[in-house]
């Protein structure tokens, strides 16, 4: 069977440059925790496989790794996916920035986490599945409702319509 070859087009020096494709599996450290994952790697024609200098990320999505990283660790250890959060906020039909406020953090880390550009913490992971227990997460922001609110509103999102949101959807 023939080695896995991949080309691209480098717009710098104007020519088609070839890799060799390997896939090692590696011992990686996530949130400290130590797992094995299968890797994907780019070695440049005429650079040596066993030479791991030579290893490219994937030239056609250098966080392919990383994200299944990711993947493997919510897999591992029962986080949430990025679709499954975002579903649970759809679901009470939340903006990104009313979820972000009334679970304390900020619109930006709880937008990485949806898209999967971040893993979220184990904090966020306790805060994140709140959404998904709406009786849960009514009481939780009905008895924060004043730094809730006082949140929303220094983030220029209206409060008051944020809970009467989660009023209907609770």
């Known amino acids: 069977m023939a080695a896995e070859t991949k080309q691209i087009f480098d717009q710098l020096t104007q020519q088609t440059v070839t890799f060799q494709v390997i896939h090692p599996v590696e011992t990686v450290n996530v949130l400290g925790e130590t797992l094995t994952a299968p890797h994907e790697y780019w070695v440049p024609q005429g650079q040596a496989v066993t030479d791991e200098a030579a290893w490219l990320e994937p030239k056609d999505d250098v966080d392919r790794n990383l994200q299944a990283d ?89 409060a008051p319509r944020f809970f009467e949101k989660l009023a209907a959807h609770v």
């Not at 709880?110 to 009481?139: C, T």
């Open 70 to 158: 990711y993947a493997l660790f919510r897999r591992t250890f029962h986080f949430l996916t990025p679709a499954e959060i975002k579903a649970n906020r759809l679901a009470l039909h939340l903006t990104l920035r009313e979820t972000a406020a009334a679970l304390g953090m900020s619109f930006s880390t709880l937008s990485d986490i949806e898209n999967g550009r971040l893993l979220q913490s184990m904090d966020q992971e306790v805060k994140l599945r709140y959404l998904a227990e709406r009786p849960a997460f009514g009481h939780f922001v009905a008895q924060h409702a004043t730094i809730i609110g006082n949140r929303l509103t220094r983030q220029g999102v209206n």
